[in-house]
């Protein structure tokens, strides 16, 4: 039944074995070292439909937000496909990729950092169109801020003030606003809410929710918080030192869990029954994560799993299982 739902809707963004490396240069400090790469990405490949969310998860270090901004053009992918509508947009020239940014924006993880502070919220919110529709008159963008603020729940009296007069959940409304002044067709969340306090958190992932069923919007939510991610997302990607580990939709995951990765991930989650909490066994991570620079040989997550084995070492797993939830794990 989802498979038949989800070839109903309109495919958008169908990512091909994306990697994303990084040249390190130790020769100023070394002169004997070779060069080496950092392999923040290794290897995605996921889908995202219309009017779908895509949750990432991991932890920090993991390339969620490379993986993000590779998708967006921020940083160039080194190998692999980033198909939006057909199109692969690693291969467009700047022309073709410029208008492409009309459909897809994003929202930073910083809400403060993000705003130019010189510019008053009205003249930040308006820049996307100025850019992308320079004919219009100020008439016509003084409107079309004003109806966007009025989305996103901002007073239309404060377009003259500046980020530094707002609130954190104020300064993340901004900057949805923005994001979504040009009415893009997809909308990449980079750790949204991971600065702003409990309470504002769920208002801005519930305005997210309200405007996405309103506008049709596809969202690429990255979240440390996977009690947020559960709210928010229907299909779920578990990433471990830039590869995917576990792909599931979120109902799916959740309740089963299936990669040892993600179960020590999900048994670190509060569960809101005291009972339930005090009883619960915490499956605790054992070392460090790896660099990057030499990532272990065969399965990445070898090196602190609890049911490795030497056959972990022989061959890096891919994700394999059916349309509803896929696991990189030979032991699954």
């Not at 390339?63 to 993000?68: D, E, L, Q, V």
């Not at 496909?81 to 700047?94: I, N, R």
């Not at 169109?129 to 004919?135: D, R």
């Amino acid at each position: 039944m989802n498979e038949q739902i989800k070839m109903e809707k309109k495919l958008l963004l169908d990512v091909n074995n994306l990697k994303v490396y990084f040249d390190i240069d130790s020769k100023s400090l070394w002169p004997w070292a070779k060069p080496e790469k950092l392999k923040a990405v290794d290897g995605i490949n996921v889908r995202l439909f219309e009017g779908e969310t895509l949750g990432v998860v991991g932890e920090s270090g993991c390339g969620k937000s490379t993986f993000a901004r590779a998708i967006i053009g921020l940083v160039a992918a080194t190998e692999g496909e980033v198909m939006w509508l057909g199109q692969d947009l690693t291969k467009m020239q700047a022309v073709q990729r410029r208008e492409t940014r009309k459909d897809i924006q994003m929202i930073f993880q910083d809400p403060l950092a993000s705003l130019n502070p010189r510019m008053n919220i009205g003249d930040i919110i308006a820049e996307p169109l100025q850019t992308f529709y320079p004919k219009l008159s100020k008439q016509e963008v003084k409107l079309e801020v004003k109806e966007m603020m009025d989305k996103v729940g901002l007073l239309p009296n404060l377009v003259n003030r500046y980020p530094h007069e707002f609130s954190g959940g104020q300064c993340q409304r901004i900057g949805i606003a923005r994001a979504l002044i040009l009415k893009p067709k997809m909308i990449i969340c980079d750790e949204p809410v991971s600065a702003l306090d409990v309470s504002i958190q769920a208002q801005v992932v519930n305005l997210l929710k309200e405007l996405q069923q309103e506008l049709r919007l596809s969202l690429v939510f990255i979240a440390h918080d996977l009690s947020v991610v559960k709210h928010i997302s229907d299909r779920v990607l578990v990433m471990y030192l830039g590869n995917e580990v576990e792909l599931a939709e979120s109902a799916s995951l959740f309740k089963n869990p299936q990669h040892p990765y993600t179960k020590a991930l999900m048994s670190a989650v509060p569960i809101p029954d005291p009972k339930i909490e005090r009883t619960k066994v915490i499956q605790m991570l054992e070392g460090d994560l790896p660099s990057p620079i030499s990532p272990p040989s065969g399965c990445v997550f070898r090196t602190r799993c609890p049911i490795a084995t030497v056959a972990c070492s022989l061959e890096k797993p891919l994700l394999k299982g059916t349309s509803t939830h896929s696991v990189a794990c030979i032991h699954v």
